[in-house]
């Protein structure tokens, strides 16, 4: 897929502002602090609905303002398609021209890549942000996903009240785990399955990066250990917890609790792996999550690239610009790259300058 155009209105520090791009690479430059991740951020609202930045949406609009808009046109598998997202006092999306009323209608209709310095928090940070980055990539693929997960959340939160509460009802919490179960044993075969499509590229990029130094395995480490994919045994499991559930006051057991790990030559990379590492995997795992897009959707997603020269050195940016030369790619720096058959994009003041 490709985007053709992006229009910024009362959004950050845009005012008015009408971009077109090439089919490749536009490079985004400019000073710090004039707009350049805003318009990343735009985009990914397209992908998501919501920001990276994990802000509120009236955090987005323009000071002094009561609404932003943005809007994008971009192709699909050939067709020309419309969206704008309205932001108020609630959020209005619109596709085509057809209003969104569900956010699980707009997830994975436009698919990206994102890739921001804090993406490095993929193997330093809590499980949670592990977690957080299979949630979006499988969501995208597969709207279906966006849903199991909204349904499971809130069946857990109904649970978790529960045993907060004084004298909690163990047979109302066997009610409560035939729920979870019936979720979780398909968030967890989607994990799983993903971890799998994950792998061969993975190793691929990082042994290709290092000069096949460095071999780079990933391991799915779901909450409930065997059986995973099997309702009846997730069930078992989550029932054998009860009563240390109620004893801790929260649910112990389910995909809440997953997360993955990435061992670089047998050594666990978050407790073992060099900063030179760490950059090298997290751009690998990045390079995987677009192969794996295409192979699934017949159709690579666009790449959206914040300040990752900041992150990366010469030889692993000149690895990336050859792996990504034949996709639609955003990327942001200070600096104009020497990148062949770039889209320059000079951004001042939230505006493009000449």
């Known amino acids: 897929m490709k985007i053709n155009s992006l229009n910024l209105h009362n959004f950050r520090n845009y005012k008015d502002e009408f971009l077109t791009f090439s089919d490749n690479f536009n490079l985004i430059y400019g000073e710090n602090g004039q707009g350049k991740t805003n318009i990343i951020e735009a985009f990914y609202y397209f992908c998501t609905g919501r920001s990276f930045k994990n802000v509120k949406d009236k955090e987005v609009v323009l000071f002094g303002e009561d609404t932003a808009k943005i809007k994008i046109e971009f192709e699909k598998f050939g067709s020309l398609n419309f969206a704008e997202i309205l932001l108020k006092d609630e959020k209005i999306i619109t596709l ?10 707009l997830v994975g209709f436009v698919k990206a890549v994102l890739f921001t310095p804090d993406c490095l928090n993929l193997i330093k940070g809590a499980p949670s942000e592990r977690r957080h980055f299979l949630d979006v990539f499988i969501s995208s693929l597969y709207p279906v996903y966006f849903k199991l997960l ?5 069946v857990l939160k109904q649970k978790n ?23 979780a044993h ?16 993975l190793k691929k990029f990082q042994s290709e990066i290092s000069g096949g130094r460095e071999n780079l395995d990933i391991f799915y480490n779901p909450s409930v250990k065997e059986n995973f994919n099997d309702r009846e045994k997730v069930l078992q499991y989550i ?7 109620i004893d801790a006051g929260f649910c112990l057991v ?12 047998g050594k666990d990379l978050k407790h073992y792996g060099s900063q030179g590492q760490i950059r090298t995997s997290v751009l690998s795992l990045k ?9 699934i959707c017949g159709e690579y997603p666009v790449l959206l690239f914040d300040d990752i020269t900041s992150e990366i050195d010469v030889k692993r940016r000149g690895f990336l610009f050859e792996k990504i030369k034949d996709k639609q790619t955003f990327m942001t720096c200070t600096e104009k790259e020497n990148v062949k058959n770039a889209n320059f994009i000079h951004i001042k003041n939230g505006k493009t300058v000449n």
């Open 186 to 201: 398909l968030i967890f075969k989607y994990r799983a399955f993903i971890i799998d499509k994950i792998y061969p590229y």
């Open 161 to 183: 009240t529960l045993l907060k509460s004084f004298n909690a009802d163990e047979n109302l919490i066997y009610v409560w785990n035939e729920k979870l179960a019936e979720f």
């Open 239 to 245: 029932n054998e917890h009860t009563k240390k559930e």
């Open 96 to 105: 085509n021209g057809v209003n969104i009323k569900k956010l699980s209608e």
């Open 287 to 295: 390079l995987s999550e677009c192969e794996v897009t295409g192979e």
């Open 254 to 265: 389910g995909p809440h609790r997953d997360d993955f790990s990435l061992f670089i030559n």
């Open 150 to 154: 909204l349904n499971y959340y809130k």
